[in-house]
């Protein structure tokens, strides 16, 4: 079954600086990627998709993220964290067949510290 | 963007109890619904994908006497928590697409605590 990885379980940043949350996924045909945020209380949120075409690829606030096939990698980065970046972060996958179910990776707590 | 609410925000039931869930779509219609689990600091878990008009398709170890999931319009969908033990206190995430192609929109997420 296809499965998706964050390495990073938590994070703490300072404001301003670089984020790189890591995403793996397993399965060898064609998907289609997700990252999500959850602020603190809030539901899920779509920051960015990737479907097909550039690699990379650019969403809301400030973040993008980077297909890599060959390394079945879903990178998300931003530049300059805020404090408001606060959140949890998930990566999803879905398969380009049948419901197009997602699978999320276990998420990723960021803390920015102002 | 499009909007999912859910209904109740927060329950609270006796051992035993069966609760009623309510998703809906507010401005678009949804051919098909998932349904979440969400552990304290863990991931979403997929329970269930309801389709309009049919039967929904359960994951694999969810039990779908105990999850009833009905989707009976094109911006409704409702769980069932039938018989409900501590067990199943969790946060239930809905979340709602319009096509195959399109966006999955989330819901706010129910808390059902079982005492």
């Known amino acids: 079954a296809q499965s998706v990885s964050q390495h990073n379980h938590h994070v703490i940043l300072s404001e301003a600086a670089s984020l790189e949350l890591g995403c793996n996924y397993s399965y060898g045909g064609t998907v289609n990627l997700f990252w999500y945020v959850q602020y603190p209380g809030q539901h899920l949120q779509l920051l960015l998709k990737?479907?097909?075409?550039?690699?990379l690829v650019k969403g809301i606030k400030g973040f993008e993220a980077e297909f890599i096939k060959s390394k079945f990698s879903f990178n998300l980065r931003k530049p300059s964290v805020q404090w408001s970046d606060t959140a949890e972060y998930f990566c999803?996958?879905?398969?380009?067949?049948?419901?197009?179910?997602?699978?999320f990776g276990t998420g990723t707590r960021l803390l920015v510290s102002p | 963007g499009a909007v999912v609410s859910q209904h109740p925000s927060r329950v609270i039931c006796k051992s035993g109890t069966s609760v009623k869930i309510e998703c809906r779509s507010l401005d678009f219609q949804a051919t098909t619904m998932f349904w979440y689990r969400q552990f304290p600091k863990q991931s979403l878990m997929l329970m269930a994908t309801?389709?309009?008009?049919?039967?929904?398709?359960?994951e694999q170890g969810v039990e779908k006497d105990k999850f009833l999931i009905n989707h009976a319009s094109l911006t409704l969908s409702t769980l069932t928590v039938t018989s409900a033990h501590p067990e199943d206190s969790s946060f239930y995430i809905c979340?709602?697409?319009?096509?195959?192609?399109?966006?999955?929109?989330f819901g706010p997420g129910t808390r059902l605590t079982v005492l």
């Open positions: 999803a996958v879905t398969l380009n067949t049948g419901f197009q179910k997602l699978v």
């Open positions: 309801s389709n309009e008009g049919s039967k929904a398709t359960y």
């Open positions: 990737y479907f097909s075409g550039d690699p």
């Open positions: 979340s709602a697409r319009g096509n195959i192609f399109s966006t999955q929109y």
